[in-house]
């Protein structure tokens, strides 16, 4: 089973901005939806962006236009750049499988905070 190991969160101010690591202890290759996900204090973990290992992208409506994410298989690795944040972006970010057959356990993740 591959693990993930996400890096790169932090406290940053309104508009600023992070970028999000997410490293592979194995190959990615064979998964072919990988995605980013938060988990915002008291909330429900949601999936922000989703990435095919054909390059497609997906994001949610609330990462549209501010968040950019790409997967790199040749490094086993994942990014999240993240642009003009605000603070309901503060959350614990995870990287993951999308489909459960894919999803390896949930690692520690990163946290982003977003102060005003």
């Known amino acids: 089973q591959v693990n993930f190991v996400e890096s790169g969160g932090g406290l940053v101010q309104v508009g600023g901005s992070l970028r999000l690591s997410c490293t592979a202890s194995?190959?990615?290759?064979?998964?072919?939806?990988t995605a980013w996900y938060r988990q915002a204090p008291g909330q429900e973990r949601e999936l922000v962006v989703r990435?095919?290992?054909?390059?497609?992208?997906v994001y949610h409506v609330s990462a549209k236009g501010r968040f950019t994410a790409a997967r790199d298989d040749a490094k086993n690795t994942m990014y999240l750049q993240m642009n003009n944040l605000a603070p309901d972006d503060t959350a614990v970010y995870y990287c993951?499988?999308?489909?459960?057959?894919?999803?390896?356990?949930w690692g520690q993740g990163t946290l982003v905070t977003v102060s005003s």
């Open positions: 990435i095919s290992r054909d390059g497609g992208v």
């Open positions: 194995g190959s990615i290759n064979g998964i072919y939806e």
């Open positions: 993951n499988g999308v489909h459960p057959a894919q999803r390896a356990d």
